[in-house]
Structures are given as C-alpha cells and as structure tokens.
C-alpha cells in the first residue's frame, strides 16, 4: 500500500480527492493519505476530517471549473486512515511517513519542495504548471533523473476524452497531415474582465506565477496541441495587460482582495508545427461582455478535413461523432480502466502505476518540462518582439523574460 502525502490544502484539493475516491471505490488502487501539509500545521487540518479543523476557504468559479468542486475530506476518501498534519514539507519527509507526494502549492514554491521530495527518494506529482520558468522546471527533471524517482505533472489534458479522440484521429492519419490548429478565447464568465483569477492573487504576480494566462492556460494549450499535432517548434506572439488592477469583491459589495498584476492577461500566439502545420492559440481574462471560444474546443484542419472538439467533418462528408468510429471504440478500456473518465483520477492512476515500476507516466516531467517551454516561449516572443525556436528556451538559450524569476529565486540569472 502506497502512502501518499498532499502538500497544499489548495483550492484544487477537493477535484483531487474526488479522483482519488473512485480508484479505491473502482479497486484500482491501493493507497492511503498519510500526511497533509499545510502553510501550519492547523491550516493542514482543513481537510483531514469533515467538521474538524478550520473550515476550508469556499469553492471558486464557474460550475465545471475544477475550483469549484465541492469539499472533500480525506475521511471522506477512506474512513480508515487519518493523515498525520504538518506546517511544513520538510517536517513531513524528516517523518517519514510518506512514498509519494501531491504537490498542490502556489507555483513558485514547486521546485524547492518537489526537490525537497526527490532528495529524500519520494516520488512527486506536482501541479501545472511544472514550475515558474523553465530552468526551475528542469532542475526538477534533474533532480528525479539523479534520484530514481517518478516525476509527473497533474496537467490532466493527455487523459482527458476529447484530447484522446483527437490524437488518435490525427496519429491514425483519419484526419490527414496537420495543415492548421486553432485554440483559445476571450474572457471566463468569472473573472472578466478584472477580478483575481481564483481569488488568488499570486497569479497576477511574475515571481510567483511566471505569467499570466500564457502560463496558467497556456500550459494545458500546449498540451492539448502537442498531444495531437506533434512538437512545437517556433512561437511569435503578442501579451497585453488590459486591467491594471484586479479585485475580489466582498460580500457586501467592498473590496477583499486587490492586486496590481504585473503579469500579461492577455496573449494571442501564432506558432508553427515541426511537421510544418501552423496553428493560432490565444487566451484572455480581460474581455468586457461574454466569453469567447473556439467553436467546438480545438479546431485542427487536416489534409482530409475538420475536427471541431469531437465532431469529425470529412471533406465534403457528413459530420460525424469521433468516438462512434470503431478505432476509437476499440481503445476505451486502455483508456478509461474501470469506466472512469475523471481525469484527476486517471492521471493519479498513471503516477500510482509509474511509482510501483509501471510503464513511465504518459505526463511526466519532461512532457511538463516541454509544455512550460512552449508557454514560456510566448513570453520570450513577445518580450523579445521577435520569433523563437521552443528549443531554444528549453536549452535556456533564450531566457531574457525569466531571468528576473530565476534571479529571484536563486536559479542564476541576470549576468
Ligand atoms: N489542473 C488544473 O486544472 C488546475 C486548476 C487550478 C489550479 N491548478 C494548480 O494547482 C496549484 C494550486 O492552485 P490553487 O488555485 O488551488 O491555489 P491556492 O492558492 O488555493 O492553494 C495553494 C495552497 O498552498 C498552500 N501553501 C502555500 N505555501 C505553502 C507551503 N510553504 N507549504 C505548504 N502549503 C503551502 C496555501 O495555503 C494554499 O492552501 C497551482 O499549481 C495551480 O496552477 C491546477
């Protein structure tokens, strides 16, 4: 039985705890949450045991957001096993009470505890994005390379249904060689045009997000793409920051929160496909009035047509249902064991199996290393005004943008 510990009694906790009840409630898994780390060892007890601790901050966000799923307790996942509290990582691994983490803090602290982990030859699943720039993030490759140890990260995009469907269509060639993919929107329904994305106002802040929606989003974007069409190869792109000041209204209308994001909330990229496709990808939290997205979900035109999402739309043929071809059918079982679609589930799935010597994880560290890159690659284009290779800013070659970021966070930097 593995032991699991969380670090983050996050926002995102309740979405995870949800995927981790129905692998015990499916028998798919065998663990326990042995540890939960909080900024206090008090603050920890939030989710240890429903109506014990202190109450939990209220879900966020529109109906469907991850943030907005309803609370969960551990004791709501397995009534057997209650997690020791900690305030801090390091007391937790001195403990020893746990295999494997679920790194669920701001970003700017996932390299220093994830290494913290690895060192201590714990396994780390850490939320997107992998880190706040790319030589963070690749310091944590390193550092799970050096150890032995499994390295994922809970982008949940390769897991997810329509993602599936589109990368078997594109890599079984039904949809012909990728010409042009389109991605993106304007506005949330929540916070358009100028309130603190999740009530968190670490988001808006270079330091400690890395960006704004380029990084936020952008990394579930550039995995979406790179799951379907292949590497990234170059990014020229735009930022903009539309709103300087951001806030969460209180109850009675006055201001709880406010912040002066120093980070874009707007980005439109064009980038070209290694295979030579181009594609658009863009995203905003500013936006008066309704959102705006793609019709569909992602739109990627082929040699031999159209997918919009799941809708396949052959070339002068009717449109029709991706998973009703008998390909996609056939892979159902491989790709949702036990019938579960929930891709929390499904990619602590994959982290469980990789940890007990199983195949290497589908989103391990190097595929958040590569999908920082294409996000952090935007930042560069537009900082830099000009076109950049997505090697380049993985080799570090090109890092003007983040160098402020790893300066301040001891990773080297200005010279
Ligand atoms: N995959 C998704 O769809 C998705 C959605 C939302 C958020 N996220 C990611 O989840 C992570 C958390 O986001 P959130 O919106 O829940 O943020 P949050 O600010 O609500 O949660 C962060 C938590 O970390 C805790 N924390 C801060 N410093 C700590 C420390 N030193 N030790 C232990 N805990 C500490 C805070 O108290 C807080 O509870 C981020 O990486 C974010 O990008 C992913």
Redesign the pocket.
């Known amino acids: 039985m593995l032991r699991i510990g969380i ?7 309740p ?1 995870h705890l949800r995927g981790m009840r129905a692998l015990l409630q499916a028998g798919l898994a065998d663990f326990r949450i042995t540890a939960l ?3 206090t060892t008090a ?2 007890m939030a989710f240890r045991r429903r109506g014990e601790g202190p109450a939990p ?1 209220p879900p966020v966000g529109a109906p469907g ?3 907005a799923a309803e609370h969960l307790y551990v004791s709501d996942v397995h009534p057997d096993t209650l997690p020791e509290c900690f ?3 390091r007391a937790m691994l001195d403990a020893g009470c746990v295999d494997a983490v679920l790194l ?4 700017h ?2 390299h220093t ?1 994830a290494i913290a982990c690895l060192e201590a030859g714990v396994h780390v699943l ?4 992998l880190a706040v720039s790319v030589r963070a993030g690749r310091a944590m490759v390193e550092a799970a390379l050096r150890h032995g140890r499994v390295l994922g990260v ?3 995009v390769a897991y997810d249904a329509t993602v599936r469907l589109q990368a078997w269509a594109v890599r079984g060639g039904v949809v012909g060689p990728v010409e042009m993919v389109l991605m993106g929107g304007v506005g949330t329904g929540a916070w358009s045009p100028d309130r603190i994305v ?3 106002p ?2 808006h802040r270079k330091l400690e997000a890395g960006g704004g929606p380029s990084i ?1 989003i952008g990394v ?1 974007q550039f995995d979406h793409i790179r799951a379907v069409a292949g590497e990234v190869a170059e990014v020229t792109a735009m930022t903009a920051r539309f709103a300087p000041e951001r806030v969460t209204p209180g109850p009675d209308g006055s201001v709880s929160q406010r912040v002066h994001p120093d980070v874009e909330d707007t980005f439109h990229a064009v980038f070209r496909l290694a295979t030579g496709g181009l594609g658009h990808v863009s995203f905003s939290w500013a936006g008066h009035g309704d959102p705006t997205f793609w019709p569909g979900g992602p739109v990627v035109y082929g040699g031999r047509g159209v997918l919009k999402g799941r809708r396949w739309q052959p070339e002068g043929g009717a449109e029709v249902d991706l998973a009703s071809l008998a390909g996609a059918e056939a892979q159902q079982d491989a790709w949702f064991p036990g019938g579960i679609r929930d891709t ?1 589930a499904l990619q602590f799935l994959d982290f469980l199996r990789a940890v007990s010597g199983g195949p290497t994880m589908e989103a391990d560290g190097d595929q958040g290393l590569a999908d920082l890159a294409c996000a952090m690659a935007v930042l560069e284009s537009a900082a830099a005004r000009q076109v950049v290779r997505v090697a380049d800013v993985l080799s570090g070659a090109v890092d003007a943008y983040q160098r402020p970021i790893d300066t301040a966070h001891g990773l080297g930097g200005l010279t």
């Open positions: 670090v983050g009694t996050a926002r995102i906790l979405s780390v909080g900024r603050g920890a901050r957001d991850p943030l305030g801090d990582v669920l803090t701001p970003v602290l996932h505890q850490c939320e997107k994005p809970a982008e949940g999740a009530e968190t670490w988001r936020d579930h929390k």
